[in-house]
């Protein structure tokens, strides 16, 4: 790749976002859910590529990376630090907690005060940090209080163990809920072009300026595949490209975290950072019909 490449392929072509008002990044992150074993399970086949695909990220501008405790459960977090600690400067690595894994492809939830302060605890331990700049709730539990679990992560922040509480896969009445406890800095659910089940919690971010993390950008239906495959084709770019930068598009605080454990994946996926959708473009993809929703991330 020369030079002039170098300069176009850069995470900062997405422009940047402040999220909580002061830790500012670039609006095209990474997620880190897939360098781990399959069934988000273990150890990756390849750690080398995973780890190659981590400090690549960060070469080409990525100060944005998301994980979890339950993407291992534990790989994830430690396979970051392994790579990239000591961090540099403006590193904002967030975090989740809220699931247990019996095995591979398997979670269950446990959102108790007692587990996320565990959980956090090894987050902390596993990432080499005192404090996690953004911890999220990965799910509300149905089999415990939300406020309680919301007051935990609170009393957390209180100690500085957290800069900053975030949720994930939750609703507007969530949200309202927990803001009554503690400011809420970011939002992660499900939605892309195709899957626009949270399409009034993005609006709504946008009126309280909170983050907006989305996650499963492509969408699962066919017919948004397909949509998307004529855009792409006729823009002689990928089909996620195209789909990370409908999102770009759609709000100045959505924050996409596209995953991937190869180098070549990563790179394409940051070219999107400098691809502009027309109007046209845009509003055909915004026209396709949703798929179901459905929780993790």
Known sequence: MNTNEEQILSAAGAGTFAIGGELTVNRLGYGAMRITGAGVWGSPPDKAASMATLRRAIELGVNLIDTADSYGPGTSEELIAEALYPYPAGLVVA????????????????????????ALEGSLKRLRLDRIDIYQLHAPDNAVSFEASVETLARLREQ????HVALSNVTREHIERARRIVPIVSVQNRYSFADRESDFIVDYCEQSNIAFLPWAPLGQAKEAHDAIKKVANDLDVTPLQVALAWLLKRSKLILPIPGT???KHLEENIAAAGLELSQAAYDKLAAVSHAPASLRG
């Open 95 to 118: 975090t989740k907690g809220g699931w247990e894994r019996p095995g591979p492809g398997q979670w269950t939830h446990n959102a108790s005060p007692e587990h996320l302060t565990e």
């Open 160 to 163: 500085n163990k957290i800069r």
């Open 261 to 263: 454990s190869s180098v």
